[in-house]
Nanobody
Framework: QVQLRESGGGLVHAGDSLRLSCVAS????????VGWFRQFPGKEREFVAH????????YYADSVKGRFTISRDNAKNTKDLQMNSLKPEDTAVYYC???????????????WGQGTQVTVSS
């Protein structure tokens, strides 16, 4: 059973940057696609970005395109989300997930982390 743990969240000001990391344990994760999602209070989870198993194919939500960068290093077991030019509307709990393929649909993912809070003040 693969377990995921996110880190790197926190409180920042608008315009600042944060780098979220996701580490997998309990099983091999290099063959899975990685997705990052976020959840606003009282709302459904929202797709942010995904990356395929090799790291060569990425896809972003329009709301973060050009500001966020998803990456992975299978040798180091890292799956990161670099977030630049943060806005107050980016405030949410951010989750990483593993799935057989990259998808914007959260039900396509098999394993989920517990989430990390990102708060952006204006």
């Amino acid at each position: 059973q693969v377990q995921l743990r996110e880190s790197g969240g926190g409180l920042v000001h608008a315009g600042d940057s944060l780098r979220l990391s996701c580490v997998a344990s309990g099983g091999a994760s290099s063959g899975y696609a990685v997705g990052w999602f976020r959840q606003f209070p009282g709302k459904e989870r929202e797709f942010v970005a995904h990356i395929n198993w090799s790291g060569y194919i990425t896809y972003y939500a329009d709301s973060v395109k050009g500001r966020f960068t998803i990456s992975r290093d299978n040798a180091k077991n890292t799956k990161d989300l670099q977030m630049n030019s943060l806005k107050p509307e980016d405030t949410a709990v951010y989750y990483c997930a593993l799935g057989l393929k990259g998808s914007v649909v959260d039900t396509e993912y098999r394993y989920w982390g517990q989430g990390t809070q990102v708060t952006v003040s204006s």
